[in-house]
């Protein structure tokens, strides 16, 4: 379709999706040679407003001089679900898609004219216009849509609608930011001049229209609507051609007893290579729940193209699986994906999953759908097609078909203790994935399903599905399973971590063993015997599949220096899809993530709504959110960025984006960086720090802090905080609180998973600020903290008991700096490398 109406290829979800119009209106051999349409409504449909996809049409202009034609000319690139007798229409010259009412099909059945258009997603905006009925495409929406699933149809609708009506732009801003922790130049090219409309003029009007721009606009968003039509400004359409600037310049990218050997005191106590130092600071807590999944892209009005950036994010190249079965038949690949079905529906079989039945006279009968996924490893090479049934768990009704929903995961900080332990004992680290986890989970409601798609047996296409197992896309389905696995857990003899429920534990003797879930992927580490031990026993709980040890695990490098007794990790696969992402293969690496002086504040968000929209097309908060991801897995050296560039996501400016793609360019010029660990046996410590009243927009300070185990860092965070500190003392004074809950947590989670002792010693936290220091160990200054708030002054408890160790560690060497402030070049690396963050 794409080729032979000479479009690009970025209309290709409007090709599909009219495509999908088509096939219901085509007769069909397993319905008796009817069509869809007429299966779902007893009516053949009417199929004289069909037209050619692509075909030219022209729509009268809202607005117009009298010198300017009447109407333009645009492609038909498909129907209308949410207006009655329109259309879409895409503009070669504005290189966007809108909603047309009223138009008249060209004579011609083609447009030679070649549509030069980004390569990414079109805009589809509405216009609002009076048309004679040529269709009827209301009725077909709601059958698509509810062969879709139903809730998720509608809620789709309901979303499109709010797209075409210019809403949902920009979200509500809180304007704190998020806490990051481990846990070319020129005009448009090309265009129809059918018009009567010369380049120029289109060229010129939009920038007078830019010029006509009111800047002493109130500083909060605008709400409601904003004009329907207007062509994205020069800037972003550089952007969609995956062009960019930098540093001013115009670029277009390249396409291309103990256990043996452990004493507690060695870990929590010695800390022996930084002791001979002068006596001698999160990403934050909250970012904990993104664990070790990407965030999801939230769709804008970047549209179709965001989940091709969460593809991306995943290291899968763009449109690499089918998104439904009709997509995987016409796939070359199909016998491998139809053996695929077969095995998932004899694994579901296997499992007892379900019982066909007849459905009940009113029960909630939930959707399914078929997952395609092709599975790779570290060199992106596909190693299984993989197919997965999902049940359609939006339509899920609460208090009926579930209640409890929460399952947890093993905290990033928890994986990266277990490396560490692994490294500095030279323990084995096993990987292991149960097979099908989900199917496990033994269901406690009564819940209904559609047969999935194309699996029904002649005969008992009536029947439905009564689900008696957990299954994916079920929103108890993670509890469900997480239930059975701690059960069989608790049979091998493993105990739960109070720290970190997903982390289990066992000791023998001198022997240990300690285990980080993931939903169904596990880390195995500890003495070979008790490893060993329980590697063979969960095998007889579950199908499980045995990956030895680690190379790969959920997105991350893994690599074992036998030699140098080190482990180290990284995420180059993901860094290199946040570089194509963001269209920035060719350009030059950045020497630091941000810029020292560099000013980012609310001043430079839009506050106009041809602005905002503008910004809209930008996938600033997609990029934001992969790299939030690699910040909290594994680069702590851009924790910093990340958090100040988190905190305008609801309503970035041109500035904000401009400092995102420095912050790649940054990430692809250090790709080869690792996060070692076992590199000495300094054992746990930690590092913080604070900048003072460093926020632009609220004057609040910023605080961070590192812990590293072995010269490797374990957990780290970067914060701003929720008051106004007086002094920078204050500030030092709360940054020292926050880093302190974080070493309770350490050291309770080592105690857990090595051995108790490690609870009645002190953690070792280092600050650059004598006064915050002596403000901690004692309550001599009364008229300089009585405004303080009282959760602030856990610190002094904390040390009164003896959980925290001060010791005073000058700036110059102080790693939490990072965390606090942009960096020079040279001071940037010799503070990275302090937390194990290195070149090899």
Request: aromatic fraction near 8%.
């Amino acid at each position: 379709m794409l080729l032979d109406a000479n479009l690009p290829k970025s209309l290709w979800a409007h090709a599909y999706k009219h495509s999908i119009y088509l096939h219901n209106r085509m007769g069909q051999e397993g319905l008796g040679g009817k069509t869809p349409y007429e299966a779902r409504f007893g009516v053949p449909p009417d199929l004289r407003h069909l037209r050619p996809w692509g075909t030219p049409v022209w729509a009268r202009q809202d607005k117009f001089s009298k010198l300017d034609p009447k109407a333009k000319s645009g492609h038909f690139v498909g129907y209308s679900d949410n207006h009655r007798d329109a259309i879409h229409v895409y503009w070669p010259d504005k290189r966007n898609v809108t909603v047309v009412r009223s138009y008249i099909w060209s004579q011609t059945e083609s447009d030679e004219t070649d549509a030069d258009v980004p390569s990414e997603g079109a805009r589809v905006e509405e216009v609002e216009m009076d048309a004679p009925a040529e269709h009827n495409a209301q009725d077909v929406a709601q059958m698509e849509r509810e062969a879709d699933g139903g809730e998720e149809g509608r809620e789709r609708e309901r979303e499109e609608e709010r797209a075409e009506d210019g809403e949902g732009a920009h979200a509500d801003d809180n304007g704190e930011g998020a806490n990051v922790n481990d846990e070319g130049e020129g005009a448009a090219t090309g265009g129809n001049q059918g018009d009567g409309q010369g380049a120029e003029d289109v060229v010129e009007r939009g920038r007078a229209e830019e010029e006509d721009v009111v800047e002493q606009a109130p500083e909060t968003v605008p709400s409601g609507r904003g004009q329907r039509v207007r062509r994205p400004s020069e800037y972003v359409q550089r952007i969609q051609r995956g062009e960019g600037t930098i540093d001013g310049r115009h670029t277009r990218s390249n396409t291309r007893r103990y256990p043996r050997g452990i004493a507690p005191s060695d870990i929590m106590g010695a800390v022996a290579a930084l002791a001979s130092a002068e006596e001698a600071n999160s990403l934050g807590d909250d970012l904990d729940t993104y664990a070790w999944e990407p965030p999801a892209a939230e769709s804008q009005d970047w549209g179709m193209a965001a989940h091709v950036l969460v593809a991306q994010a995943a290291g899968d190249p763009i449109g690499s699986d089918p998104l439904s079965l009709r997509e995987a038949q016409a796939s070359p690949d199909w016998p491998q994906w139809e053996r695929a079905i077969e095995v998932e529906m004899e694994n579901l079989r296997a499992h007892g999953t379900y019982d066909l039945v007849v459905k009940p006279p009113g029960a909630h009968v939930i959707g399914s759908k078929l997952v395609f996924h092709r599975k790779r490893n570290a060199e992106g090479a596909v190693t299984q097609c993989k197919v997965r049934v999902v049940a359609q768990g939006f339509a899920q009704i609460p208090g009926i078909d579930f209640n409890e929903t929460f399952a947890p995961v093993a905290k990033p900080s928890s994986l990266r203790v277990m490396i560490a332990l692994a490294a500095r004992f030279g323990w084995p680290m096993i990987q292991l994935d149960v097979k099908s986890a989900y199917l496990n989970g033994d269901l406690d409601e009564e819940i209904y399903m559609r047969q999935p798609p194309g699996t029904a047996a002649a005969g008992e296409e009536h029947l439905v599905c009564r689900l008696k197992k957990s299954l994916y896309g079920l929103k108890q389905a993670g509890r469900a399973w997480y239930k059975t696995y701690r059960e069989a857990m608790s049979a091998l003899g493993m105990t739960r971590s109070e720290a970190d429920h997903a982390c289990f534990w066992q000791r023998d003797g001198e022997s240990l063993a300690m285990v980080g879930t993931i939903v169904d992927d596990m880390l195995v580490t500890g003495t070979p015997d008790l490893v060993e031990r329980f590697r063979g026993g969960i095998k007889t709980h579950f199908t499980v599949t045995d990956s030895g040890e680690v190379a790969w695990l959920l997105g991350i490098e893994v690599v074992r220096d036998k030699g140098a007794g080190t482990v180290r990790i990284a995420q180059r696969t993901a860094i290199d899809a946040i570089v194509r992402a963001l269209h920035l293969e060719g350009a030059k690496s950045a020497s630091t993530p941000i810029a020292v002086g560099g000013k980012l504040d609310r001043t430079q968000c839009p506050t106009t709504h041809e602005a905002i929209a503008d910004m809209a097309l930008i996938p600033y908060k997609q990029g934001v959110g992969m790299c939030m991801y690699v910040a909290v897995t594994s680069r702590p050296d851009i924790a910093h960025t990340v958090h100040r560039l988190a905190k305008y996501m609801a309503n970035p400016g041109r500035a904000h984006w401009e400092a995102l793609k420095r912050l790649v360019r940054y990430l692809a010029g250090t790709r080869e960086l690792w996060l070692v660990y076992g590199r000495d046996s300094s054992g746990l410590a930690g590092f913080t720090d604070a900048d003072w009243g460093t926020s632009d927009d609220t004057r609040h300070s910023v605080c961070g802090y590192v812990y590293n185990l072995d010269g490797g860092a374990i957990s780290w965070s970067a914060k701003q905080q929720n008051v106004v500190a007086l002094s920078s003392t204050e500030a030092e004074y709360i940054g020292i609180t926050h880093a302190a809950k974080e070493a309770i947590w350490l050291r309770t989670l080592l105690a857990d998973l090595v051995h108790p002792d490690f609870a009645t010693l002190a953690v070792r936290l280092y600050s650059d600020n004598k006064g915050a220091m002596d403000l901690a160990r004692n309550n001599a200054f009364h008229a300089r903290t009585k405004h303080i708030a009282i959760r602030y002054h856990f610190i002094r408890e904390a040390v009164e008991r003896g959980d925290i160790d001060l010791g005073y560690r000058r700036t110059e060497d102080m790693p939490a700096d990072i965390f606090t402030k942009p960096l020079s070049r040279v001071r940037l690396e010799h503070l990275r490398s302090l937390f194990g963050l290195l070149t090899l």
